[in-house]
């Protein structure tokens, strides 16, 4: 059949139902799983439209060290969400050192250099108080993480609109603006300092 009209037939079928009163209704639960299915794959869709921005137009290394490490950041908040209790542990220490090392490697490479920039104040101490924002949020989830029941399940999903509305705003915002205001030997420096500072915090001992 013509894939127009089984669309066609498909929607009509649904009006009916509704109308019918037929239709499944979705529980917030089911809602929901289906909100964070829809936003997985919008981020995946976002991903593999940056992977070809990148080889297109050779867009700066730094940001896909960013946008690799957001991808693993998003990957261990959904696991985290989805596991059994005897790995909510391991599985934690992990997502809270990718957040430190990552947060620290922004906060002494790029965020220091648009800083200096006066347009970019405003959105960059915005930055920097999302940064708070999430570590509290993540000392919070530390002190409860050996009794992770309904409460933290919920600050869990705290941090995941948190981190994805403020890796939004970096891929989205900050991006363009560091485009805008800096050329290509900029940016080979700023990637060269955001390596090291995560080679320095990777190898450091842990606390
Ligand atoms: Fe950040
Ligand atoms: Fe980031």
């Known amino acids: 059949m013509d894939p127009q009209k089984q669309k066609e037939i498909a929607s009509k079928g649904g009006k009916a139902a ?45 940001f896909q060290q960013v946008e690799s490490d957001h991808e693993r950041i998003d990957s261990l908040m959904m696991r985290l969400g989805d596991n059994a209790q005897s790995e909510k542990d391991s599985l934690f220490e992990n997502l809270r050192d990718e957040i430190e090392t990552h947060a620290m490697a922004e906060e002494h490479s790029f965020y220091p250099a648009l800083a200096k920039i006066p347009e970019c104040e405003g959105i960059m101490s915005q930055s920097r108080r999302e940064h708070s924002e999430i570590r509290d949020l993540l000392s919070q989830l530390e002190g409860m ?5 309904g409460e933290w399940l919920s600050r869990l999903s705290n941090l995941k609109e948190k981190v994805q509305q403020h890796v939004a705003r970096e891929e989205d915002q900050i991006f363009s603006k560091m485009k805008e205001v800096f050329d290509e030997s900029t940016f080979t420096r700023l990637e060269e300092e955001f390596t090291q500072v995560k080679r320095r915090e990777n190898q450091r001992p842990a606390a």
């Not at 509704?18 to 794959?41: C, D, I, N, S, Y």
Request: hydrophobic share 30%; aromatic share 2%; no cysteine.
């Open 18 to 62: 509704h109308l019918k009163g037929t239709a499944h209704e979705f529980t917030p639960e089911e809602a929901k799983e289906a909100g964070r299915k829809g936003g997985r794959a919008a981020h995946q869709k976002r991903m593999a439209a940056a992977n070809i921005r990148h080889r297109d137009i050779g867009e700066p290394e730094l």
């Open 145 to 149: 993480v050996k009794e992770p029941g």
